[in-house]
């Protein structure tokens, strides 16, 4: 017995975005209240104020379990459902794996309202984003991710931004520095205090940011993990940008069951580096060759995001990356070559936005690089799995035309940061000439 929308998130995991408020998980970001969990006076439960046991069994919540247990499909779910639509891997089926909560446990434990008793199911799994603290300012980011894009954002669009809890202003102190109050929340107690109450239960946490690699309070958590004797017990994973590896990380994680890596790396050279700017490639091929050669509970992997300005470079990045021969990075069966995802949003950055012309291209390439594992006697894995990818995301592309509603803004957007970073997108894909 099973459902097809299942997924054990809403019973055993809590999420807390970069500002606090809590969300369903980070999938759900792409729908309209971005996934975030909400009192009865439509204000959102915050990681930094309220007692988050009470936001378990929010309106929301109890409605996506009885969705989950009967086979429907919540809009918060809606990622979700495109990308298996697709044939792309979704984090639904990639938690289902972790078999942290079977369909017919949750069944039993799921009262007729869509409640749970919080104190016999306890929470097993944090995804914590410790406030926006970090040194790149990605293209498909923005201020809610990075505080490095508040100067770049307010030459766009000017000093304020929306949060989940409304307008939030950029400020100026006196020394010229640009600041916000919104991301703070790790600072109080209360969340300490709750993560306490719950440490004895938790096997798996996930860390992004910001950049986790620069939260000072990322790393008070590591070794609060291990001064409550919990941390051989526990699986983290991060996705990082992996511009810094320190050894002290790299020291703190041989204390926990097992590491997994997702780098956000989604080129090579200056693809990668007009992308997720200022990143500068020489720095990250150091680092994988760190990483590549760190210790044996460390797994990682190439976590890319595939937008408008790398899709065309896909396959020269993969090629890389399978003649780089890692030993640790994409070394597993399931995924050998990279572990890729769709930027859903902003609209005018998923690839759905391309004219046909350029998405027959884009698709092209893709297959190209599949017959090339061929003519090159890749392992019948490794052939599979490009074949995957092209199909999957050439699927994905296909199933909706953003374009033309989203072109003008991708154009506009494009042509301003540019402008503004003393870039240009035909020096990193001539491909677009004539179009932008």
Not at 138 to 163: A, H, Q, V
Request: charge should be positive; proline fraction near 3%; glycine fraction near 4%.
């Amino acid at each position: 017995m099973n459902s097809k929308t299942f997924c054990p998130i809403p019973w055993i995991f809590q999420a807390a975005r970069s500002n606090g408020d809590v969300r369903v998980c980070c999938q759900a970001n792409v729908t309209k209240n971005k996934g975030v969990v909400r009192k009865e006076n439509g204000k959102a439960f915050n990681a930094g104020k309220d007692d988050l046991s009470e936001a378990r069994n929010a309106e929301m919540m109890k409605q996506m379990r009885l969705n989950m247990l009967t086979g429907v499909w919540s809009e918060e779910c809606s990622r979700c459902k495109s990308e298996e639509d697709a044939g792309l891997n979704s984090r639904r089926q990639y938690e289902k794996e972790k078999n942290m909560l079977s369909y017919s446990s949750a069944l039993e434990i799921t009262n007729a309202d869509g409640s749970i008793n919080t104190e016999d199911v306890p929470i097993k799994y944090f995804d914590l984003r410790f406030g926006n603290f970090c040194n790149l300012k990605c293209r498909m980011c923005g201020p809610t991710d990075s505080n490095e894009w508040y100067s770049d954002w307010i030459k766009l669009k000017g000093n304020t931004f929306k949060e989940t809890s409304g307008e939030v202003e950029i400020k100026q102190n006196k020394s010229g520095k640009l600041y916000t109050d919104e991301y703070n929340w790790p600072d109080k107690q209360i969340f300490w205090s709750y993560l306490e109450k719950h440490a004895e239960n938790i096997e798996y946490i996930y860390f992004a940011g910001g950049e986790p690699m620069l939260i000072e309070k990322h790393y008070d958590f590591l070794k609060k993990c291990i001064d409550w004797s919990i941390a051989d017990k526990i699986s983290i994973e991060y996705n990082t940008n992996l511009t810094t590896l320190p050894n002290k990380v790299l020291d703190l994680w041989k204390h926990f069951k097992a590491v997994y890596v997702g780098a956000s790396i989604d080129g090579i050279g200056k693809v990668l580096e007009y992308q997720r700017h200022p990143v500068k490639w020489n720095k990250i091929q150091k680092n994988l060759a760190k990483l590549d050669s760190s210790s044996k509970n460390i797994h990682a992997w190439l976590a890319s995001t595939v937008t408008v300005y790398n899709i065309f470079h896909l396959p020269e990045f993969m090629k890389w990356k399978l003649e780089n021969n890692f030993s640790k990075i994409n070394s597993g069966k399931k995924k050998p070559i990279i572990t890729y995802h769709v930027a859903h949003t902003p609209a005018h950055l998923n690839i759905r936005v391309l004219p046909n012309s350029l998405k027959k291209i884009a698709a092209d390439r893709l297959y190209d690089f599949y017959y090339w594992t061929i003519d090159k006697n890749y392992s019948h894995n490794i052939q599979e799995q490009a074949k995957i990818i092209a199909d999957s995301i050439t699927k994905y592309m296909f199933a909706e035309d953003y374009y033309p509603d989203h072109w003008n803004e991708f154009k506009r957007y494009t042509q301003d940061l540019d402008k503004i970073r003393r870039e240009c997108l035909l020096d990193i894909e001539p491909i677009f000439k004539g179009h932008v």
